[in-house]
Nanobody
């Protein structure tokens, strides 16, 4: 139901824009979910990076807040994660997540590789 894309390989300091589409949702349903991006580094747990709810973004840390921007386009039923000044610590598989009471969806993950 969720289609994540936009990952790739970049050098440290580079940028990527991740996108998560929800083509099967009607617009009102899309709006009702809290949307988030998670990152899972090799051998580590999946951690929250950023979320957006009713248009209000939150970030896992001040460092992420200064470099990443989460946004959503209700009309296109997409959520984005603009990432800049990437470092090797940002590498991993990024998953989009939609959640509301009683329902949760995960995207398939998109791989981000950052070389130093």
């Amino acid at each position: 139901q969720l289609q994540a894309s936009g990952g790739g390989s970049v050098q440290a300091g580079g940028s990527l824009r991740l996108s998560c589409a929800a083509p099967g949702m009607i617009t009102s349903e899309f709006w009702s979910y809290e949307k988030a991006w998670y990152r899972q580094a090799p051998g580590k747990q999946r951690d929250l990076v950023a979320s957006i709810n009713s248009g209000t973004p939150t970030y896992s840390s001040d460092d992420v807040k200064g470099r990443f921007t989460i946004s959503r386009d209700n009309s296109r039923k997409r959520v984005y994660l603009q990432m800049s000044n990437l470092s090797p610590d940002d590498a991993g598989v990024y998953y989009c997540n939609f959640r509301r009471a009683g329902r949760e969806f995960w995207g398939q993950g998109t791989l981000v590789t950052v070389s130093s």
